[in-house]
């Protein structure tokens, strides 16, 4: 089970950490985040499969994902937020190596999804 966390409002080129812990199962092949805004598409944002980390093109530079082993969770750093980031966030866990990455379908445990909003 994944629980996501850490959402909220804040102003353009502020910074938000997003949190995802998971109970239960403590092991992944991949963990990432994904992002769904209004009358759009879900879209890969970023994942981290071992030490090996992967962005989508508009946070490069911008977004980090990081896991605390001990505490089970998974972090997602956004910074220099910009309004087109501006979305319900989801984490998920792929739990097998084979399908790609950036795709959700590829996914088989999500959280519940927080809000961020970044206003201008």
């Known amino acids: 089970q994944l629980q996501a966390s850490g959402g909220g409002l804040v102003q353009a080129g502020a910074s938000l950490r997003l949190s995802c812990a998971a109970s239960?199962?403590?092991?992944?092949?991949?963990t990432g985040w994904f992002r769904q805004a209004p009358g759009k598409e879900r879209e890969f944002v970023a994942v981290r499969s071992g030490a090996n980390t992967d962005y989508a093109d508009s946070v490069k530079g911008r977004f980090t994902i990081s896991r605390d082993n001990a505490k089970n969770t998974v972090y997602l750093q956004m910074n220099s937020l910009k309004p087109e980031d501006t979305a319900l966030y989801y984490c998920?866990?792929?739990?097998?190596?084979?399908?790609?990455?950036?795709?959700?379908?590829?996914?088989?445990?999500w959280g519940q999804g927080t809000l961020v909003t970044v206003s201008s």
């Open positions: 239960g199962r403590t092991f992944w092949y991949a």
């Open positions: 998920a866990a792929k739990s097998t190596y084979g399908s790609s990455w950036y795709l959700s379908s590829s996914y088989d445990y």
